[in-house]
């Protein structure tokens, strides 16, 4: 067939040059990325569909009151996801505040700065930080990390900083503070990956520019390059972000799983992702399961909505970036 | 060579899986569920392919509640369960469900202290630190009950599992039965909603936090308490005896705990001088009409065989097998299984 068209290609080139190439293979090879691309969105599509349906009783039940109580009694059998949605944003929102600046920092670096006998063996690290199973991390967290967190730096931030609420009331270890922390472990070497491959793909006309008007390396990074991955840079941290709202294993370990909603870090807290893992298995009154669909029918619809609002954030961010440049 | 060599020997794998897969192909038994009794199913499984080749059990644990749902929906030839199916779930089945009882397991309370002296406890003390109102380890109630041990002026750091559990349910299941106040404020589920304390996911996450927290208390299987060397507590029974947690203890439990005609019982806080409280028997659950008149067979030929020689192998593993009376019965019941 192919060797057919070419032929024919070959004759009519001969006939008359203008004539245009078979266009069969692009077609097919335009079909098949579409199929490929649509599976993705039917996949969502799906996943999004069985979890309405695995949860019917309970929306009709609980309605949106789920949404806004904070009892969860599997004996009494009543429901309410509060203090989990609540749990998953901050967790989510203390390691991105502890991963960003990190990451962000180490990309630059490894870019801009170091000297290549050090980039190597760097960046083979923050591979194999990502190559960690969940459950190890998890399990360092409980052994390892909480106790020295418990130990060293809880007690000084409770002496220096105890007036603000985020950091008082007694320590026991287990806390929000900690899921946030081992988040953050977790989602940094995704983004600092990313985050590198954007940097080095900045042209060097932009450094070159920079130097050339007389920058210094820091103004030349901030202005030349940052400036520049902006919008990359801000998808790096929207990738991290999705699997920080996700995390499940490892924070289960260490966040002391209390549907609570408490000022202070120091208090244990509870997350979606992690009722989920923990109860799932052994759920098994009907209205129970059906609650714990309703958890993940609320996962699902928080990583939509804070992916939606991320791209609006990064469309505002760039058309005033392009305003400004303009002007 | 060697390339030569590995082929051979994935080929061979290969044949052999093959021929296995035919053989197994004639029959194969399905079952999902609990995962506390797991170890000892997958030993009997595999010591009964000795004495029965012509049959495979293929075991997936997947949690009670998984075990449950799928013998309600005769996905699965046999299902699961740390916790007696409820009445809700079993008018849901097509068909009469039976519950076999197998094996039975303790709770214990494990704590972490200085120097970590033996504890003693009542059922009265559990309730009031879980319930949050014995928040200190000198309170009068602990320092009445352990005379001579020197407990520290420290608070109590609770912990209990996080993850739904059989363990939870016969913790929960001899709180309500001591503690009428706990029944109302949290009762007896495999999670519930805790008054106080964090939450540890498994017996790891408990065992972890409770070894990395001073002060801390919390419960795990016996099992999983004896092969960490946790120190755990000893209980005083309902005869007014503190009892050591051991698979004889659990065992005596069983031989004094009521059980009803449909084996679908709770043996926490059972009579007798030395059975341990806090202990509970795992189930398998099958259908007493079986649809494939093979498969029948052979899973009622494995439950006796599981009956008569079982036992032994779950004292290796430390689960605590059936006594004597309660086997009898046990087997007069498989005996009802039709096929």
């Given at each position: 067939m192919a060797l057919a068209a070419s032929v024919s290609i070959a004759e009519s080139s001969a006939r008359e040059r203008m004539a245009p190439p078979s266009r069969f293979g692009d077609r097919a090879f335009e079909w098949l990325t579409l199929a490929m691309a649509l599976t993705v969105l039917v996949l969502v599509i799906l996943i999004g569909w069985e979890l309405w349906n695995g949860s019917s009783v309970a929306l009709k039940k609980f309605g949106f009151h789920f949404l806004t109580t904070s009892t969860w009694d599997p004996v009494a059998e009543e429901f309410g996801a509060l203090p989990f949605i609540y749990g998953t944003l901050v967790s989510s929102a203390i390691a991105l505040i502890i991963a960003v600046p990190l990451s962000i920092a180490t990309a630059a670096y490894l870019t801009e700065l170091a000297p290549l006998w050090i980039r190597q063996p760097l960046v083979s690290l923050i591979e194999m930080l990502a190559a960690i199973p969940s459950v190890i991390l998890g399990l360092w967290g409980i052994f390892v990390m909480v106790p020295w967190l418990r130990d060293y730096p809880f007690p000084f931030l409770k002496g220096?900083?105890?007036?603000?609420?985020?950091?008082t009331g007694p320590i026991y270890g287990p806390c929000m503070f900690a899921g946030g922390i081992i988040i953050a472990i977790m989602i940094l070497p995704i983004i600092t990956s990313v985050s590198r491959e954007i940097l080095r793909s900045v042209p060097n006309l932009q450094r070159e520019a920079a130097y050339a008007l007389g920058a210094t390396r820091w103004e030349a990074t901030r202005i030349a390059v940052l400036s520049y991955a902006k919008k990359g840079l801000f998808g790096a941290v929207i990738l991290g972000l999705g699997r920080a709202l996700g995390e499940t294993l490892a924070v289960t370990m260490v966040i002391?799983?209390?549907?609570q909603i408490a000022a202070s870090l120091f208090k244990p807290g509870y997350t979606l992702a992690s009722v989920l893992a923990n109860e799932f298995t052994e759920a098994t009154t009907d209205i129970y399961l059906q609650a714990l669909f309703e958890i993940g029918l609320v996962l699902f619809g928080i990583t939509i909505l804070v992916n939606l609002l991320a791209q609006l954030l990064l469309r505002t961010i760039t058309t005033t970036s392009a305003t400004r440049a303009v002007q | 060579m060697k390339s030569l060599k590995s082929s051979r020997k994935i080929l061979a794998i290969v044949l052999l899986t093959g021929i296995s897969a035919t053989a197994s192909a004639q029959m194969m038994i399905n079952g999902a569920g609990a995962t506390f009794p797991y170890p000892i199913y997958s030993k009997w499984f595999d010591e009964y392919a000795k004495v029965d080749p012509s049959v495979r059990f293929n075991y997936q644990s997947i949690g009670s509640g998984g075990g449950q749902k799928q013998i309600l929906s005769q996905t699965v030839d046999f299902g699961a369960s740390d916790g007696p199916m409820s009445d809700e779930n079993l008018a849901k089945a097509p068909g009469k469900i039976l519950h076999i009882p197998t094996v039975a397991g303790a709770v214990v309370i494990t704590y972490n202290l200085p120097g970590n002296p033996a504890l003693k406890c009542d059922g009265d003390t559990i309730a009031g630190i879980y319930l949050g109102q014995i928040k200190k380890w000198n309170d009068p109630k602990l320092t009445g009950l352990n005379p001579g041990v020197k407990l520290p002026d420290q608070d109590i750091v609770v912990v209990h599992r996080s993850d739904g559990s059989g363990t939870t349910f016969i913790f929960t299941d001899y709180l309500s039965k001591i503690s009428s106040e706990w029944k109302s404020k949290a009762g007896t589920n495999t999670s519930v909603n805790w008054p106080t304390g964090i939450g540890g996911k498994g017996n790891e996450g408990v065992s972890g936090q409770v070894k990395q927290t001073p002060g801390a208390i919390g419960y795990v299987e016996l099992i999983y308490a004896t092969q960490n060397k946790l120190p755990y507590a000893d209980v005083k029974n309902s005869a007014g005896e503190f009892v050591k947690p051991t698979i004889e203890s659990v065992t005596a439990a069983l031989a004094t705990a009521e059980i009803p005609e449909d084996f679908r019982f709770s043996m926490t806080?059972?009579?007798?001088?030395?059975?341990?409280?806090?202990a509970g028997a795992t189930w398998l659950l099958v259908y007493?009409?079986?649809?494939d008149p093979a498969k029948g067979k052979k899973l009622v030929e494995f439950l006796k065989w599981a009956m008569a020689k079982g036992g032994g192998m779950a004292k290796s593993l430390d689960y605590a097998p059936l006594p004597e009376t309660v086997q009898q019965r046990v087997l007069k019941r498989i005996d009802e299984i039709k096929y």
């Open positions: 220096y900083f105890g007036w603000i609420p985020l950091f002391g799983n209390t549907p | 806080n059972a009579p007798g001088k030395e059975a341990y409280p806090i007493q009409q079986q649809k």
